[in-house]
Nanobody, 120 residues
Framework: QVQLVESGGGSVQAGGSLRLSCAASGYTGSRLGWFRQAPGKEREGVASIDTRGSTTYANSVKGRFTISQDNAKNNVYLQMNSLNAGDTAMYSC????????????????WGQGTQVTVSS
């Protein structure tokens, strides 16, 4: 059974940083990703990484966010810098085996999410 558990969310002032973590258990897939959903908005892909280490980022976070994974490929991280109010959302970790899709397509497994709130 695959389980994804996020941590590291919280409240931060604009310009600050946060690091999200996602612990994946029972997972042998090929890609891990971060998504976010703000109230009243659709869920959007933030960043993904595959087992080769290839990464994909949403344009809105390029240069500010960095996705990484540990050597065992069981944990994925999202370092978020220069946060602004537009980054406020529930951030969820996802896992899937279709590594060739980057951030796109369907994702099979999802975590419960962790809230990030950025105050201006």
């Amino acid at each position: 059974q695959v389980q994804l558990v996020e941590s590291g969310g919280g409240s931060v002032q604009a310009g600050g940083s946060l690091r999200l973590s996602c612990a994946a258990s029972g997972y042998t897939g090929s890609r891990l990703g971060w998504f976010r959903q703000a109230p009243g908005k659709e869920r959007e892909g933030v960043a993904s990484i595959d087992t080769r280490g290839s990464t994909t980022y949403a344009n809105s976070v390029k240069g500010r966010f960095t996705i990484s994974q540990d050597n065992a490929k069981n944990n994925v991280y999202l370092q978020m810098n220069s946060l602004n109010a537009g980054d406020t959302a529930m951030y969820s970790c996802a896992a899937d085996y279709r590594w060739w899709l980057g951030l796109g397509g369907e994702w099979k497994y999802w975590g419960q999410g962790t809230q990030v709130t950025v105050s201006s």
